[in-house]
């Protein structure tokens, strides 16, 4: 019996979770929420204890309170943490489901980050994890089309959840027979946290609207 993880937040890691407890040989063995879990979407570590009391939550949110070895699956999902290669080079399967195209907007806020560059199209990607910031081998992607003059943060975000519930149901079934395909690491970009600061209107849910004259 392969034992599973999953790392993250809100609802699209309590699909992923779904998608893990249907997997053949598979039991979904213990769940790593955000430490800092938004109260504007599904609560993960409330979930899992209310659906499934024999899955183990880590409440701290710390990656490291896994156990490296422990399982052969791990899902991160919006998780908010980089996970070290302690966990990474003791896990058969590690992968991550990241909310933009890669390699083009790695790291965080992709969706405000395309946004304030006026994108036409965005994305969300399933990669296996690597010792960098969403660098590793893609393993499933969705695109689809935004537009920055009417696109709040928050309608393309919740896009990107609309395509993300489809991309794990599909991916995660076949990962023994997707071949992980190399990103272009020339042309990455990497956003960090640091640099929020910058994206001004974008920064938020939606725009601050002017008033009226």
Not at 66 to 86: A, K
Not at 135 to 157: K, M, N, Q, T, Y
Not at 196 to 205: E, F, I, T, Y
Request: aromatic content about 6%.
């Amino acid at each position: 019996m392969r034992r599973a993880a999953v790392l993250g937040k809100g609802s699209l890691a309590v699909h992923a979770c779904e998608v893990v407890r249907a997997l053949p040989d598979t039991v979904l063995d213990t769940v790593v929420p955000n430490s800092d879990e938004p109260m504007w979407d599904i609560r993960l570590s409330d979930y899992v204890a209310d659906h499934w009391p024999g899955t183990r939550v880590v409440r701290s949110g710390d990656w490291r309170d896994l156990e490296p070895g422990h399982c052969d699956l791990v899902v991160s999902v919006l998780y908010d943490r980089i996970i070290g290669p302690e966990l990474i080079n003791a896990t058969r399967q590690i992968v991550n489901c990241h909310p933009g195209p890669l390699p083009d907007y790695r790291g965080a806020n992709p969706v405000n980050w395309a946004l304030l560059n006026g994108e036409h199209r965005h994305g969300i990607t399933i990669h296996a994890i690597d010792t960098g910031i969403d660098s590793g081998p893609i393993l499933g992607e969705a695109h689809f089309s935004i537009w920055p003059e009417v696109d709040e943060v928050r309608d393309v975000w919740n896009r990107a959840m609309e395509h993300g519930r489809l991309l794990i149901t599909d991916t995660l079934p076949r990962l023994d027979l997707i071949s992980p395909r190399p990103q272009d690491h020339d042309r990455a970009v990497t956003h960090y946290r640091r640099d929020s600061h910058l994206l001004g209107d974008r920064r938020d849910w939606t725009r601050k609207l002017s008033p009226r004259p």
